[in-house]
């Protein structure tokens, strides 16, 4: 009885440790509720693509996947062009995706290869990995663009004529994906009508009278995360699927019972990278500027912190996990500044936590699946025994 | 069972392991709707049998195998597991291949799930259709129904108790249309009594319905009650091959363990002169009513009381035995049934619990440090493991454990600063080099450059400088020539008479454990199934290993009929 409570409280101390913080911070920082639900759905929708694609690779039993900045890297190598070629809106997205896909594909086929040969320790692995291939891509995007690889555009190029600028301007395609279908939910005038918002006109999806501004939906961006969420529904039930649950279980019985485990694993995280792709795409235009040696730096730790504060484990992940991961983390990343503020008079604070707690949250879940793994271990012994013997 | 073509012919079979020879001249048939029962002690080549007719990479690797096997009269030849299935072979393993998240339903169908037809899987392949879960359950329902059980599909497997387990794993292979021949290893092992009945009758059902079924299991009773015909292995020798109703369990036994007649004359005046009390205090609760009280005045060196250890692989479920000051003691076994388990728990390397009583004084489990503290030595059957530092010098290596846990070989104030005293470790090597006749080039070669023999010679050097009340040794004779054999053994042996040592022996060779001990135990699935002097003859000792626990001792008519 006791050990099934202190289950419980294992299992779910991260996303109730974050409940309590922000329902302290939350009144601490003076925030209105349309400025705070404002925010948290530019986040849902800027970040939960990254993170829904983590989702796969736990399934077939590898870990988070740090990998996934491989393919935020293919996604901004696939942004870098359109930008030269000047390709706005949509089609400049669908083209960067294009161009993404194949270099993603690539790098998780590659990275599914090495984890292959380190089974086990996939997760330190593909993080150092990402170490690795960062180094190519810089020497890719700081030496051979301008000089090999065409790009001509000299918004993009350094001033000594060859690789790419530090900070490049995503105008052509902020917010294009957010934007596309303009909603918003006011407070002011009734449902069902067009509201002019920043010259143009935007559909009145809902009106709360208790709200006391308007809340902008980013509804395209949420329908294309509504159609990946079907899209991992569906996957789960496909034999793919089904073999991916059992090569996350046991890759001795999956292997037994002839279940290409290598192949299977590779295509999961060749799955995974293609989709961090487009997520940071996704990311990248609700962003607007392109941090080219950093962007994609801390897309896979602050989505594995998202991840696992949404009450995920190293071996278990759910679609709901994900957006209970991404609200609680953002939420608290948007009222700690100010309450810290508020309260001690510094605003770093908020920085501060942000970086702390990412890590922390990280560490702590890895410390806990080896403790668990262990009482796992101890307990399958325990049971070959019988029940025989006391404790 | 027509007499025409047989399911399965065997002809000469034989397989060397890189000039080691495992197996040699096995022939027979197998007939449709047939139980064949196979019966052998570890190493008796049941599992390098079972590899060539799964077609096990190990052997293919290693050179093939000797021989030829039909199938419906046609010569096949397997590389690989896939191709066996093929031909409708199907092996239940004797560790569960289940996966404990999946239900029963899904762990049957693994692999062969039944698929909805999807538009995408001409685009990609198979895989990418969904599940057709009802006509799963369906399927796998009907697969638990022939067994004659009744287990629900949406149960997941962590959640069953182990012998659902079995069931789901046999249920696995009967769903596989084809299967027509089923090897099943040891499935009783892990079965309760009344579990082990109901895989029986449905095993029997099944064979009724043509299936072949070998069935390998060390539990005689099971093995006569549930099988046509019988073949005993024996050193890689098929020792017989005749129906089960000719063979008395007893018969049995004895062409396991063999050997009847070979040197049984070799210690037993050790045995005499040592006052051993034989079987007085024996067993594990049961029987054994004490034969003779006139040396009442020993006092028991080591006392164990309900062990149990979990040591995976090695399980000791609850072992209860005394160990007599002076006295050798032998373990023996089949692998995988706890005996292992025993001096590893003792020593606190897996965790245990029970009680051990050490010269009437409790001593504190799953503490390394505190058995040794107690003036107890191991000799590790993990000998490059465990019982070694491979890179390190012999002097090393033979001073450790008393440097460590009895200060000895060092100089200097204890506490503040102590350094290692180099001169003394060499000199006692040295004096160990010698007594033992260790080949190596000096207290300073390093241990990993031994041979196997001589690493245990070390091993045993390293115990003896701790200078134990009692030793226990894991395995002395495992991987090492027979020359060593007998020195290694012989070395133990003086040691026992040189200081009245207390020695408990754990050995797969029951042969060894009766030409050195006084008394050897007999565990079977974590208990003791009895403790015998070692002047028995060995078909008790095999009797013992087969699970026939309830009538040992000299009373040899009982056997006869204990079916």
Redesign the interface.
């Given at each position: 009885m006791i050990r099934k409570l202190f289950d419980i409280i294992a299992n779910n101390a991260v996303p109730a440790v974050f409940i309590l913080i922000s329902a302290f911070a939350i009144p601490l920082s003076g925030y209105s509720a349309s400025y705070l639900i404002q925010e948290l759905l530019t986040r849902i929708g800027r970040n939960s693509f990254l993170i829904l694609s983590l989702l796969i690779p736990i399934m077939a039993g590898m870990g988070l996947n740090f990998g996934m900045v491989l393919g935020a890297m293919a996604g901004q190598i696939g942004l870098l062009f359109i930008c030269d070629w000047g390709i706005v809106g949509i089609p400049g997205m669908v083209l960067a995706c294009l161009i993404g896909t194949p270099i993603a594909v690539v790098l998780g086929i590659f990275c599914g290869h090495v984890l292959n040969r380190a089974k086990g320790r996939e997760m330190v692995t593909s993080y150092i990995l990402g170490f690795f291939i960062n180094g190519v891509y810089q020497m890719v995007v700081l030496y051979l663009m301008g000089w090999i690889i065409p790009i001509t555009n000299p918004a993009l190029l350094l001033s000594r004529g060859y690789g790419v600028r530090n900070a490049v301007s995503l105008l052509s395609i902020r917010g294009i994906l957010d934007n596309l279908i303009p909603t918003v939910i006011t407070g002011t005038q009734g449902a069902g009508q067009f509201l002019n918002v920043q010259g143009g006109n935007a559909f009145i999806l809902l009106q709360m009278p208790f709200l006391d501004g308007t809340i902008r939906i980013p509804l395209a961006t949420l329908i294309v995360i509504g159609l990946f969420c079907v899209f991992i529904v569906?996957f789960r039930?496909?034999?793919?699927g089904?073999?991916m649950?059992?090569i996350g279980?046991?890759q001795?019985?999956?292997d037994?019972?002839?279940?290409p485990v290598n192949r299977t694993r590779i295509i999961a995280i060749v799955i995974s990278t293609v989709l961090a792709c487009y997520g940071q795409i996704i990311y990248l235009q609700n962003m607007g500027t392109l941090n080219t040696y950093n962007s994609h730096d801390q897309a896979g730790m602050f989505s594995i912190a998202a991840l696992l504060i949404g009450g995920a484990s190293v071996s278990r992940a759910s679609i709901a996990n994900v957006f209970a991961g991404v609200i609680l983390f953002h939420l608290m990343f948007i009222v700690a500044p100010v309450a810290g503020k508020n309260l001690i008079g510094d605003a770093q604070i908020g920085e501060y936590f942000r970086v702390f707690v990412s890590y922390g949250v990280i560490a702590i879940a890895l410390v806990l699946h080896a403790w668990r793994r262990n009482r796992e271990r101890?307990a399958a012994?325990?049971?070959?025994?019988?029940n025989?013997?006391?404790? | 069972m027509s007499e025409n073509t047989p399911l399965i012919r065997l002809d000469h079979i034989g397989k060397e392991f890189y000039g080691n020879r495992v197996l040699s001249d096995i022939s027979f048939d197998i007939n449709a709707g047939e139980i064949i029962g196979l019966v052998g002690e570890n190493g008796a080549g049941k599992s390098t049998l079972l590899n060539i007719l799964f077609g096990m990479p190990v052997i293919s690797s290693t050179g093939g195998h000797e021989g030829s096997i039909y199938i419906d009269g046609k010569y096949v030849n397997f590389t690989s597991p896939n191709q066996a299935l093929a031909y409708g072979i199907g092996m239940v393993h004797q560790e569960f291949s289940l996966i404990p998240g999946f239900t029963a339903t899904e762990n049957i169908l693994l692999n062969r799930e039944v698929l909805n037809g999807s538009s995408m899987s001409y685009v990609f392949s198979d895989r990418v259709s969904t599940l057709n879960r009802e006509a799963m359950n369906e399927r796998a329902s009907a697969a638990i129904h022939t067994l004659g059980v009744n287990i629900n599909p949406d149960m997941a497997v962590s959640e069953m108790p182990v012998g659902y387990k079995q069931f789901i794993e046999i249920a696995r292979e009967i769903d596989r249309k084809n299967t027509r021949l089923l090897f099943l290893d040891e499935p009783t092992a892990v079965l309760a009594e009344s579990e082990a009945e109901i895989l029986i009758a449905a095993l029997k059902k099944l064979a009724r319905s043509g299936i072949a079924i070998v069935f390998i299991s060390h539990r005689l009773s099971e093995v006569k009650e549930l099988c046509h015909r019988i073949l005993v292995l024996r050193d890689g020798r098929l020792i017989t091959d005749r129906n089960a109703e000719e063979l008395t369990m007893r018969q049995i036994a004895s062409f396991m363990v063999g050997r009847e007649s070979e040197r049984r004359e070799v210690p037993q005046e050790a045995v005499q002169q040592e006052e051993a009390p034989d079987e007085t205090q024996t067993l594990d609760g049961t029987s054994a009513p004490s034969v003779k009280k006139k040396k009442k005045k020993i006092r028991p060196a080591l006392k164990v009381e309900h062990l149990w250890v979990d040591m995976p692989g090695e399980t000791v479920r609850d072992v209860s035995f005394e160990v007599m000051k002076g006295e050798i003691f032998g373990i023996g076994g089949l692998a995988g049934h706890g005996k292992l388990g025993i001096p590893n728990g003792i020593m606190g390397l897996y965790p245990s619990g029970g009680k051990v009583r050490l010269f009437g004084k409790t001593l504190t489990l799953n503490k390394p440090r505190a058995a040794l503290g107690r003036k107890m030595a191991f000799v590790s059957e993990d000998r490059r493991g465990v019982g070694l530092l491979l890179d390190e010098p012999l002097d090393w290596n033979i001073t450790f454990t008393a440097m460590q846990t009895q200060g000895r070989f060092l100089l200097g104030i204890p506490y503040i600063f102590q350094i290692r005293n180099e001169y003394a470790m060499r000199k006692e090597a040295q004096k160990y080099i010698d007594r033992l006749s260790i080949k190596c080039t000096g207290p300073q070669q390093h241990a990993g450059e031994l041979s196997g023999g001589n690493q245990q010679k070390v091993c045993l050097a390293k115990a003896f400088v701790l200078r134990p009340d009692i030793l226990l040794i894991c395995e002395p004779t495992r991987g090492i020539d027979i020359g060593a054999k007998t020195l290694v053994l012989d070395t133990i042996r003086e040691y026992n008479k040189e200081h009245g040592t207390t020695i408990i022996i754990t050995s797969s060779e029951l042969e060894e454990l009766r030409s050195v001990c006084n008394r050897v135990a007999i565990v079977d699935s974590g208990r003791i199934a009895g403790i015998l002097p070692a002047s028995s003859p060995a078909e008790d000792f095999g009797m013992l290993m087969t699970g026939q626990a309830a009538n040992n001792n000299e009373d040899e008519e009982e056997v006869k009929e204990s079916a």
């Open positions: 569906w039930r496909t034999k793919l089904q073999d649950r059992a279980q046991s001795a019985v999956a037994s019972a002839g279940i101890e012994r325990r049971s070959l025994r019988g025989r013997g006391g404790e | -």
